[in-house]
């Protein structure tokens, strides 16, 4: 099982960025998938971003895109989600998640993820 720490949410308002880091620990952290979710309050928890575990292919939501970029860093054991463009609607309770990857995809389905953190408050004032 793959420890998880998600850090870097806040208060911004719309238009400004934020960047949230997620750091793994327990396991060699690039044989995960990783991913990031979210859940607003009053909705179910839903996909907002994915990457292999070399870094080399990504996949997004359709409102995020253009304006998220998730990245990691297999040194440091750490998957970023730049954020920028924010928007009220994005406002929400951020959680990285890890699955153990054989292979080059992303996963963007919340049940194919067997780890996650505890979650980051994300709030964009209009």
């Known amino acids: 099982q793959v420890q998880l720490v998600e850090s870097g949410g806040g208060l911004v308002q719309a238009g400004g960025s934020l960047r949230l880091s997620c750091t793994g620990s327990?396991?060699?952290?690039?044989?995960?998938?990783m991913g990031w979710f979210r859940q607003a309050p009053g909705k179910e928890r839903e996909f907002v971003a994915a990457?292999?575990?070399?870094?080399?292919?990504?996949g997004y939501t359709d409102s995020v895109k253009g304006r998220f970029t998730i990245s990691r860093d297999n040194v440091k054991n750490t998957v970023y989600l730049q954020m920028n463009s924010l928007k009220p609607e994005d406002t929400a309770v951020y959680y990285c998640?890890?699955?153990?990857?054989?292979?080059?995809?992303?996963?963007?389905?919340?049940?194919?993820?067997?780890?996650w953190g505890q979650g980051t408050q994300v709030t964009v004032s209009s």
């Open positions: 327990g396991h060699t952290f690039s044989n995960y998938a």
């Open positions: 990457i292999n575990r070399s870094g080399v292919n990504t």
């Open positions: 998640a890890a699955k153990r990857s054989y292979g080059d995809t992303w996963f963007g389905r919340e049940y194919e993820y067997t780890d």
